[in-house]
């Protein structure tokens, strides 16, 4: 079945600093992206997606660059700050949206950013 | 954005007992799911539900698994007879319908611990 991996597990980084997540799949039939974020003791929290007709996509400080011949996604995140500490998740879905469809998890990535 | 709510935080039973885990998914969403969450390993789709319906369901959705929201109340999960590899966080989502208006909302989580 679909496989989803994300790199690095974890990162430190200084406040300001700018953070790259990689995350890749292995299902050519995967067509939908979000990508959520978990502070510590808190539910997951939706923050970025595209669709697979994209290559590019910019909320604020995040940016989704996806290339579906090498199956890859990369999350940059700009001026991080300490609120931005969390675990981000990267998943996907072989339906072209995010209703009724199974969403497949990556393993996580914890982001610290020191003040 | 929109709330999830999951009723209980946190549940400790004996195995072989039933487990009710029930979600109070955003009012005017129509999908339904739910995820499990084993400490430190990724989270897995179980099941997603729409009008009144299983659509899918993973390998994880044993026989011992049910799930219903009856006269649109919460939407549940039992588990008849619990199991000790059931201990896990169970997360709730749900979307709207619309394309595009589809983002899955997650609860908070319950924490099932089977003894």
């Known amino acids: 079945g679909e496989q989803v991996e994300q790199l690095p597990s974890s990162l430190i980084v200084q406040e300001g600093a700018s953070v790259l997540i990689n995350c890749s799949y292995t299902?050519?039939?995967?067509?939908?992206f979000p990508w959520y974020k978990q502070e510590p003791g808190k539910r997951l929290q939706f923050i970025i997606d595209?669709?697979?007709?994209?290559e590019r996509k910019q909320n604020q400080r995040l940016t989704l660059l996806f290339d579906k011949k090498t199956k890859h996604l990369s999350l940059h995140i700009t001026a991080t700050q300490p609120g931005d500490s969390a675990i981000y998740f990267c998943?996907?879905?072989?339906?072209?949206?995010?209703?009724?469809?199974?969403?497949?998890f990556g393993t996580g990535t914890l982001l610290s950013v020191k003040p | 954005g929109p709330k999830v709510l999951q009723i209980p935080s946190h549940q400790i039973i004996d195995m072989g007992q039933m487990v009710t885990l029930n979600c109070d998914p955003v009012?005017?969403?129509?999908?339904f799911y739910w995820y499990k969450q084993i400490l430190g390993q990724q989270m897995e789709f179980l099941v997603n539900?729409?009008?009144?319906?299983?659509?899918?369901k993973s390998k994880l959705f044993k026989d011992q698994f049910s799930v219903e929201r009856p006269d649109g109340s919460y939407f549940t999960l039992k588990i008849q007879p619990t199991a000790l590899e059931d201990s896990a966080v169970y997360f709730c989502?749900?979307?709207?319908?619309?394309?595009?208006?589809?983002?899955?909302?997650f609860g908070p989580g319950t924490r099932l611990l089977v003894l």
């Open positions: 998943s996907a879905s072989n339906r072209y949206g995010g209703s009724g469809n199974k969403l497949i």
């Open positions: 299902d050519s039939a995967s067509v939908y």
């Open positions: 595209i669709r697979s007709n994209m």
């Open positions: 009012s005017n969403h129509l999908y």
């Open positions: 539900f729409y009008n009144g319906k299983v659509m899918e």
């Open positions: 989502a749900s979307s709207a319908r619309d394309w595009g208006q589809d983002t899955q909302y």
